[in-house]
């Protein structure tokens, strides 16, 4: 596993949600933070319906409302709790969900 901090706790807006793109050895990565208050939940941007990513904005990932992810491409909504999809073509599925880790206001994944 490697750990790999993003940003701080106070970069990511509340509700809000950010995207990265960042290189690890031979691997380039898209992830994605989803903060409502304290809690910081982590994802892959790919979504469960092609593998593309989710956001055609940079880092917007949520719903208007900011209560659910919306996968732009095709309106797939998932759950920010778990990353389960609830409407749209990969309802059943999930986003591959990543640790996250905040340590001294910054905020990690592991993958
Ligand atoms: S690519 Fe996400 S809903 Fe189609």
């Given at each position: 596993m490697t750990r790999r901090v993003l940003c701080q706790l106070d970069e990511i807006p509340d509700p809000g949600s950010r995207g990265f793109d960042?290189?690890?050895?031979?691997?380039?990565h898209s992830v994605f933070v989803v903060r409502t208050g304290s809690e910081v939940r982590a994802y892959e941007n790919a979504c469960p319906h092609t593998g593309g990513p989710l956001d055609w904005v940079p880092d917007q990932f949520l719903t208007r409302e900011k209560d659910m992810i919306?996968?732009?491409?095709?309106?797939?909504?998932?759950?920010i709790e778990d990353g389960h999809c609830l409407s749209g073509p990969c309802v059943g599925?999930?986003?591959k969900a990543l640790p996250v880790f905040i340590e001294r206001g910054a905020v990690a994944v592991e993958f």
């Open positions: 960042f290189r690890e050895g031979d691997s380039l919306l996968c732009a491409t095709h309106g797939a909504l998932f759950r599925e999930d986003l």
